[in-house]
C-alpha cells in the first residue's frame, strides 16, 4: 500500500505545464529520489545541513519567524528566539528528509519513525459512527501525521491548498497519498468533508494559517487577534462528529515522532454564530497549549497575525 512506486514519474497535469514548470518538476523530484535512495541516518543528516543552511540564506523567514517570536514571547532574550527559530528550521529538515522516505514506508517499518500516543482517543471517537474530525497545524511533522495513521490502517482525507505549478501539485500529492490518504482541494472543502464524515471516514484539517477578514473569525492566540478559520468548527457542527487533537510531536529521547491524540470538548452556545466562534477559540488556545510546550516545532516563519481587525494597522513591518 504504501510502498508502491507511481506507475509514471511525469503526473498528467491539470493544465498544461510550462518550460518553468517542468525545469521545478524535475528538480524536485529529483532530490526527493535522491534523499529517499540515502540510508535514513545519512538523509537526516543532509537534511539538518540543508536546514541550517537554508536558516541563513533565508533572511525573509528569518525576519518573519524573529518578528513572531517577539510577539509571542516578549519576555524572551534575543538569543532563545534565534535557538527557537534555528530549531523550527530543523524541524523542517526533519520533515524533508521523512517525506522522500514515505515511497519506502509501510505498516512494517513506519514504528522507525512515529508511534501513537493516545490512539483510545481517536478509537472510541470512530466508535461513535460519525466519522471523526481532526484538528491539526503546522506543528512537529504534519505530513508524517496523516501519513502513518493510514500505513496504521486508518487513512484520513485532508484539505490541500492546489499549488500553482500542476506537476508539482500532483508529485507532493502523490506522496503524501501512498498510504491511503485522500486530499480535498479548498474550492470543493465543505461538501466533501461533510460526505467523508457521513461516510464515517476521519477528515484532518490545518487550523493555524492566517485568514482573509472575509474567510474567519479574529480569535485570541498569544495573546494578540488572529483571524482564523472557521472551518473545522461549521464542519463538526454540521456533522455532529466527534474532535481529536492529533500532532506528530518530535520526541529528541526517544529519536522519533509521537503521533498524539486527545478528545476535544464542543462547547455548546445557544446562538450558533457565537458557537462558531467559542469552538474556534477553543481549537486555537489548544493549538497555543501545544505549541507553548515545544515552541521549536511551530512553524514561526509564516505571517500568523498578518490580517487585522478593521481600522488596526498592520503588524508586520515588512
Request: aromatic share 12%.
Amino acid at each position: 500500500m504504501g510502498s508502491r512506486e507511481p506507475d509514471s514519474l511525469l503526473p498528467t497535469p491539470h493544465s498544461r505545464p510550462s518550460l518553468q514548470h517542468r525545469i521545478e518538476y524535475w528538480a524536485v523530484a529529483g532530490v526527493l529520489r535522491f534523499l529517499g535512495w540515502l540510508p535514513p541516518r545519512l538523509v537526516r543528516g543532509a537534511c539538518a545541513a540543508l536546514a541550517a543552511s537554508s536558516y541563513w540564506l533565508w533572511p525573509r523567514l528569518r525576519r518573519v519567524g524573529i518578528f513572531n517570536l517577539r510577539l509571542a514571547f516578549p519576555e524572551w532574550s534575543e538569543r532563545r528566539r534565534r535557538r527557537v527559530l534555528f530549531g523550527t528550521f530543523q524541524n523542517l529538515g526533519r520533515m524533508l528528509a521523512d517525506f522522500a522516505r514515505f515511497p519506502k514506508l509501510d505498516r512494517n517499518n513506519i514504528e522507525e519513525l512515529i508511534v501513537y500516543d493516545g490512539f483510545e482517543h481517536f478509537a472510541r471517537a470512530r466508535e461513535q459512527g460519525k466519522g471523526v474530525l481532526f484538528l491539526t497545524a503546522h506543528f512537529g511533522n504534519w505530513e508524517l501525521s496523516s501519513f502513518a495513521h493510514g500505513l496504521y490502517g486508518h487513512p484520513l482525507n485532508f484539505a490541500v491548498r492546489q499549488m500553482d505549478n500542476p506537476l508539482l501539485n500532483d508529485l507532493i500529492n502523490r506522496y503524501r497519498c501512498r498510504s491511503g490518504g485522500r486530499t480535498i482541494e479548498k474550492n470543493d472543502f465543505a461538501r466533501q468533508a461533510l460526505r467523508a464524515l457521513r461516510r464515517g471516514e476521519a477528515l484532518g484539517i490545518l487550523m493555524d494559517t492566517n485568514m482573509l477578514a472575509s474567510e474567519g473569525v479574529f480569535v485570541d492566540f498569544f495573546g494578540r487577534l488572529a483571524c482564523t478559520t472557521t472551518g473545522p468548527a461549521r464542519i463538526a457542527r454540521k456533522a455532529r462528529a466527534p474532535l481529536v487533537l492529533g500532532l506528530a510531536i518530535w520526541d529528541s529521547k526517544l529519536g522519533k515522532y509521537r503521533l498524539r491524540f486527545e478528545p476535544v470538548q464542543w462547547i455548546a452556545c445557544q446562538d450558533p454564530e457565537e458557537e462558531i466562534v467559542a469552538n474556534t477559540a477553543n481549537f486555537t488556545r489548544l493549538i497555543e497549549e501545544y505549541v507553548r510546550r515545544y515552541p521549536d516545532q511551530w512553524l514561526w516563519v509564516h505571517r500568523r497575525w498578518k490580517t487585522r481587525p478593521p481600522g488596526e494597522p498592520p503588524l508586520y513591518p515588512f
